[in-house]
T-cell receptor
Framework: QEKVQQSPESLIVPEGAMSSLNCTFS?????SIWWYQQHPGKGPEALI?????GNKKEGRLTVYLNRASLHVSLHIRDSQPSDSAVYLC????????????FGSGTQLTVMP | EAAVTQSPRNKVAVTGGKVTLSCNQT?????MYWYRQDTGHGLRLIHY???????EKGDIPDGYKASRPSQENFSLILELATPSQTSVYFC??????????????FGPGTRLLVL
């Protein structure tokens, strides 16, 4: 069974700083890796995904994937208080169900 | 924008009672999913469906049944609710025809308390 682990559990950064979140997974044959954002009392919302080794940039977000080391990271440039949320890393399986296996999340707090 | 709605948003049930959680999506997505979210466990898959009439077991199906009567609707049924099923339940939909680009769209969640 695929395992997804996230670190750190909690991250506090000042407004305008770079936020860096990490995720490791157990199966190099996993398909896409997704990052979801979840605000309190809301459902998760997809932010960005990556399939190929390397990096992908969308706005203030950059994702780095290294399949050899089974590691993916999310970097949020110029962090804002509105970015404060739980960030979930999820790995998509190719078993036909396109099931997502989620990590337990990183609580990001951006201080004004 | 994808739309997934859930009802009820909050539910208090008694041990041994029957609970039905409902989900509706207007995205015309084939796949639908039920997850539960607990502190320290993240989101875990309970049941999923490939389309009307189909239901499949996820990673933690014990104590739960699912029903997909139509493309739009997917229900999660707790026949005999137990306190261990107290959790927040999320429904999601996705389009597997998009392959690796498939995005799952989540509803707002149902908070269930079993006393």
């Amino acid at each position: 069974q695929e395992k997804v682990q996230q670190s750190p559990e909690s991250l506090i950064v000042p407004e305008g700083a770079m936020s860096s979140l990490n995720c490791t997974f157990s199966n190099s044959a996993s398909q896409s890796i997704w990052w979801y954002q979840q605000h309190p009392g809301k459902g998760p919302e997809a932010l960005i995904s990556i399939f190929s080794n390397g990096n992908k940039k969308e706005g203030r977000l950059t994702v780095y994937l290294n399949r050899a080391s089974l590691h993916v990271s999310l970097h949020i440039r110029d962090s804002q208080p509105s970015d404060s949320a739980v960030y979930l890393c999820a790995v998509s399986l190719s078993s036909g169900s396109w099931q997502l296996i989620f990590g337990s999340g990183t609580q990001l707090t951006v201080m004004p | 924008e994808a739309a997934v709605t859930q009802s009820p948003r909050n539910k208090v049930a008694v041990t041994g009672g029957k609970v039905t959680l409902s989900c509706n999506q207007t995205n015309n997505h084939n796949n639908m999913y039920w997850y539960r979210q607990d502190t320290g466990h993240g989101l875990r898959l309970i049941h999923y469906s490939y389309g009307a009439g189909s239901t499949e077991k996820g990673d933690i199906p014990d104590g739960y049944k699912a029903s997909r009567p139509s493309q739009e609707n997917f229900s999660l049924i707790l026949e005999l609710a137990t306190p261990s099923q107290t959790s927040v339940y999320f429904c999601a939909s996705g389009d597997p025809r998009l392959g690796v680009q498939d995005t799952q769209y989540f509803g707002p969640g149902t908070r269930l308390l079993v006393l």
